[in-house]
């Protein structure tokens, strides 16, 4: 039983009160001596879950995954010095991901910093590009500390994304009481949000419109009501495109985009140009749809976000400070009796495309694109899929999945680090069977992710080894020569093998498709340890596979 010890330093007193109050449960901490304190602190109040990784940038990646599962802000704290800067991917990544992450770095004093003493930086507003608040306390404790701290929790909470708390402490550092000796007052500094109201000129122009394509990014599962899916479905008038990060289901919705626009005719192309495009929902993967709606730009663009709206296609026309459930309910109406065949010109197209696909992926040869149908094809029910940017992610959107499959990518700002560390940290705030779908070049960056004493036994990563970043092969530029396959595609002949030996994870690995089947059921079957399917892929056919799918249709 925790015995609830205190720094003697009142600023960290007040840090972790302030905390407990706002009811900020999990804290992760990566060693040091500068955030003593505060690491005396939290790991001594029963009211916190505490977490120790070392590495900082796994550690804030981490806190990334709890963050996404729970939507709560969770806290990363670390010492002073260039430890706070490897937090910066995660926080860019919570930043365009909207997810609510709390900073908290240790720091010398003022007087400290530029005078040559070792791990001090000017680490106050470091992160000031991607950060909805900064809070650079002073020393000492004080109310105006006290309402800073208050600022970063609740502002984190309101703009969905990162706060930074800077906090400053002079030695001596491990020094203890049993009773705190300062008590900040706790304020409220929530705004209340107004209720949202659909104004009748924009219901009128959706009820009119005859061509409404509606664009659905990341969210989270069970994010829509089934009515107003159902709705949506029965108006003939509008197409419905997902991604599968969106996590929606309904036969009619479209949730391979680039495979049914990627060979459209020109006719076509101007055919699928609508009225409205309506998009709500994080980050988009497919660079095609950007591309098609870029070209051939709908009449209005309306986007719906509580925070920001990005013109991804160079027409936004209105942002609907809302949530999607929200506007839905305003906006669906039943008996829409306009006359339209845009959903059903564009259904008959997919059906078309659905069966160019299945004749297609029977008739290729072991690859990426082969792993990918098998996944989609054998992956359990009702499991949490992570899958890393790059390659695996672009696959992913080109084959059918589960419905009862909830997928999660780190989005926001699409980058190959960290996906392990934040897989991981989901995989320990969300209770179901996780599986972790990635590349070898994303495993091999994020290979500390491994070096964490919390991962559950029935984690499970699939890593897609194709000997380098085979997603240069796909892009424009691509020539065989030494340069090409050092510098971009950065050729290599590593094996997670001895990975998997050093952090007790159980290995297996595959070279065609008879082992892969022969392997499958025993390790999605066993949870008794967290495991590695290693799955070697050819390095130089992949993007010829993947090129000719988009012909082939």
């Known amino acids: 039983m925790k015995v609830n010890l205190y720094p003697k330093i009142q600023l960290a007193q007040a840090v972790i009160q302030i905390f407990r109050q706002k009811e900020i449960q999990h804290i992760v901490i990566s060693p040091g001596s500068r955030n003593a304190p505060l690491t005396i602190g939290f790991t001594n109040q029963e009211d916190f879950t505490c977490y120790s990784i070392a590495d900082e940038r796994c550690a804030a990646f981490f806190a990334l995954g709890l963050a996404q599962q729970l939507q709560k802000p969770v806290a990363v704290v670390c010492t002073s010095g260039s430890a706070v800067l490897n937090y910066y991917p995660a926080v860019a990544e919570a930043f365009y991901s909207q997810i609510p992450l709390l900073i908290v770095s240790a720091d010398r004093p003022k007087n400290k910093i530029d005078i040559g003493d070792g791990q001090t930086i000017r680490q106050e507003n470091v992160f000031a590009n991607h950060i909805v608040f900064s809070a650079n306390l002073t020393e000492n404790a004080s109310s105006q500390n006290d309402n800073l701290i208050i600022s970063a929790i609740e502002t984190a909470i309101s703009q969905k994304g990162p706060a930074h708390i800077n906090v400053p402490f002079e030695e001596p550092l491990y020094e203890t009481l049993l009773e705190p000796t300062y008590i900040p007052l706790i304020s409220n500094f929530f705004n209340e949000k107004s209720e949202f109201y659909l104004d009748a000129k924009f219901l009128s122009e959706w009820q009119s419109a005859k061509k409404k394509l509606i664009l659905v990014g990341e969210l989270l599962p069970n994010a829509i009501e089934q009515k107003y899916i159902e709705s949506l479905a029965k108006d003939k008038s509008v197409l419905v495109l997902l991604e599968k990060t969106s996590n929606l289901h309904h036969p009619t919705f479209i949730d391979r ?129 992570q899958v890393s940017n790059s390659s695996p992610i672009r696959y992913l959107q080109l084959v059918a999945l589960n419905k009862t499959i909830e997928v999660f990518s780190n989005r926001g700002t699409s980058g190959i680090d960290g996906s392990t560390s934040t897989a991981i940290g989901a995989a320990v705030a969300n209770k179901k069977p996780t599986i972790f779908v990635t590349g070898d070049i994303s495993f091999l960056y994020d290979s500390n992710a491994l070096w964490n004493n919390y991962i559950p036994k029935h984690f499970k990563i699939i890593l897609i080894n194709n000997s380098g970043g085979g997603i240069f092969r796909i892009l424009p530029g691509h020539e065989e020569t030494e340069t090409f396959n050092t510098f971009f595609e950065t050729s ?36 008794n340890n967290p495991s590695i399917l290693e799955i070697f892929t050819p390095e130089k056919i992949n993007d010829i596979v993947l090129l000719d799918y988009f012909k082939k249709l």
């Open 492 to 527: 290599h002949h590593l094996t997670a093998e001895h990975l998997a030996k050093m952090y007790a994870f159980e290995y297996t690995s595959v070279q065609d498709e008879v082992e892969l089947h022969a392997v499958w059921d025993s390790f999605i079957s066993n949870d």
């Open 257 to 385: 985009i680039d495979t049914l626009i990627s060979t459209f005719s020109e006719d076509e192309k101007l055919n699928f140009q609508p009225d409205i495009l309506l998009t709500f929902g994080g980050m988009v993967v497919s660079k095609r749809i950007k591309s098609l709606l870029r070209n051939y730009q709908p009449k209005q663009h309306w986007h719906i976000d509580e925070i920001r709206a990005y013109d991804t296609f160079g027409c936004l026309s209105q942002h609907f400070q809302t949530n999607s459930t929200s506007f839905l309910s305003q906006l669906v109406v039943e008996n829409n009796l306009i006359t339209s065949d845009y959903q059903h010109d564009f259904q008959s197209i997919w059906q078309d495309r659905l069966v160019k696909h299945e004749k297609y992926m029977s008739e290729i040869p072991f690859s990426d694109f082969k792993v990918f149908d098998f996944l989609s094809r054998n992956l359990t029910d009702n499991i949490q899929l």
